[in-house]
């Protein structure tokens, strides 16, 4: 289970969470006007994507992905995001809400309610997906094992 007052947990369901969302939230903890200042703007790069090599579990890089980070400070706390895509105000939107949860804004229990959906929401994506998918899985047998 993912807990959104867990930074690692908040980075991952940032990035699955809708823009619009993130955007309503970031405006919201900024109608009272904190003091903010942008880290890292918001600029789409390319970032290698590494997994596992399922037989040997060695790592290797699968490719380049395009994402969009961005880093703020609010009101003293540093807030961070990076988000799949092309999608600067996505990124800067999240960067703004992970630093209002970070400091326990009055909107952070909205915030994790929000969060805690889009979880739910890719919790089922996923597995609809492996549902669709499962019964076309293939197993393979190898001759290592065997002597």
């Not at 867990?6 to 009272?32: G, P, Q, Y």
């Not at 994507?49 to 380049?64: C, D, I, K, S, T």
Request: charged share 30%.
């Amino acid at each position: 289970m993912v807990d959104p007052h867990d930074r690692s947990d908040r980075f991952e369901l940032i990035a699955t969470c809708e823009a619009a969302t993130l955007a309503r939230f970031a405006n919201e903890v900024l109608a009272d006007d904190p003091p903010l200042s942008v880290r890292q703007e918001p600029r789409p790069q390319l970032l290698m994507q590494r997994v596992e090599e399922p037989v040997e579990r060695r790592p290797f890089n699968l490719g380049e992905i395009l994402v969009t980070p961005a880093e703020v400070d609010l009101a003293g706390e540093r807030g961070f995001a990076m988000v799949p895509g092309k999608a600067e105000r996505a990124a800067l939107s999240g960067a703004i809400v992970d630093a209002a949860v970070a400091a326990d804004h009055e909107r952070t229990p909205a915030i994790v309610s929000a969060l805690d959906d889009a979880a739910a929401r890719q919790r089922e994506q996923r597995q609809r997906a492996w549902a669709e998918s499962k019964h076309t899985a293939v197993e393979f047998e190898t001759m290592e094992d065997q002597q």
